[in-house]
């Protein structure tokens, strides 16, 4: 019997967690309505909130157990739809005044992702290579990426711009870089790998 709800959870869809990191889809476009609308403290919340069910969804998945491919493809897709629409959102000087992100920070976090998805896709369908575990950089790159677009939102919600703002951009611009350049050289190790050549 156990083993029937074990087997249940690992299949299910509407699982406890699938349905906290589907939350955050949603309030995603909730979130952007409120910069669009120049609600700044509405907007800090909101992404506050959205970013409390990314530490939700893992804590609950711990706790109960549960998992699902579903839950593998849609944590990561909810966060990246939340992060790439407030990256893209506060680039907009009108609309994150008076902290609008680099347009050159923003390249670089889209280009990073651009060529991890395509080096995804490429050890897909050549190698059938579905697990791609985070590297402690890519880890420490989202988590600072996160609390940038916090500080940004609080910032404007009391109209300061601090010249120091200038070096959180620029600490976010290096950890993303590095960790774009620590994932190339997995996929380079795999690529190795799979042709039977040297990890090292």
């Avoid at 549960?66 to 992060?83: E, H, Q």
């Avoid at 009108?94 to 976090?109: D, K, R």
């Avoid at 790998?193 to 040297?198: F, I, K, P, Q």
């Amino acid at each position: 019997m156990k083993r029937a709800r074990t087997d249940g959870l690992l299949s299910g869809v509407w699982t406890v967690p699938n349905v906290i990191s589907l939350c955050r889809v949603l309030l995603t476009p909730v979130f952007l309505w409120a910069v669009l609308a120049h609600r700044t403290r509405a907007a800090l919340l909101i992404f506050l909130i959205a970013g409390l069910t990314d530490l939700l969804d893992g804590l609950a998945a711990r706790m109960l157990r549960v998992r699902s491919k579903l839950g593998m493809i849609l944590d990561p897709a909810a966060d990246k739809f939340l992060m790439a629409a407030a990256v893209i959102i506060l680039t907009v000087k009108s609309l994150a005044a008076p902290n609008a992100l680099p347009l050159g920070l923003t390249l670089l976090v889209f280009g990073r992702d651009l060529i991890l998805a395509v080096g995804a896709l490429v050890a897909y369908r050549r190698w059938g290579e579905t697990t791609f575990p985070p590297s402690i950089l890519g880890k420490a790159s989202t988590a600072f990426q996160m609390g940038m677009i916090v500080l940004v939102l609080l910032l404007n919600d009391l109209g300061q711009a601090p010249v120091w703002m200038a070096w959180v951009y620029g600490v976010a611009a290096a950890l993303t870089a590095g960790s774009g350049i620590d994932y190339t050289l997995y996929g380079l190790r795999l690529f190795r790998r799979r042709h039977g050549g040297r990890t090292d």
